[in-house]
């Protein structure tokens, strides 16, 4: 089992930047894919970017290519994701997401892929 908690969300306006920080825990877990996921009322859970523990890849929504950037922490069992240029519309949700140590390769987008989640922290970017 692993508890995944996310920090750092919060209001912010257009064209700021924040930081998003995840940290995972369990007795003796293991992890190989961990990612970001956002989520308005009333649409799906999307992806917005995933790391690889172990070959180091990332990947990325187009919506936030180029703005949001996926880093890993090894020793703090963490990883963070950092927002730049914000805009309205990146307003949302977030949550960190983890396999089970199943993907030891690559970058997976699909929700359905990840087996833990944390609670969600909240993102809004005024105009």
Avoid: H
């Avoid at 825990?25 to 970017?49: D, I, T």
């Avoid at 990332?58 to 922490?73: E, H, L, N, P, Q």
């Amino acid at each position: 089992q692993v508890q995944l908690v996310e920090s750092g969300g919060g209001l912010v306006q257009a064209g700021d930047s924040l930081r998003l920080s995840c940290a995972a825990s369990g007795r003796s877990f293991v992890v190989n894919l961990m990612g970001w996921f956002r989520q308005v009322p009333g649409k799906e859970r999307a992806f917005v970017a995933g790391i690889n523990w172990n070959d180091d890849s990332t990947a990325y929504s187009d919506s936030v290519k180029g703005r949001f950037t996926i880093s890993r922490d090894n020793a703090k069992s963490s990883v963070y994701l950092q927002m730049n240029s914000l805009r309205s519309e990146d307003t949302a949700v977030y949550y960190c997401a983890s396999d089970a140590g199943v993907y030891s390769r690559g970058v997976r987008t699909t929700p359905g892929a990840y087996d833990y989640w944390g609670q969600g922290t909240q993102v809004t970017v005024s105009s």
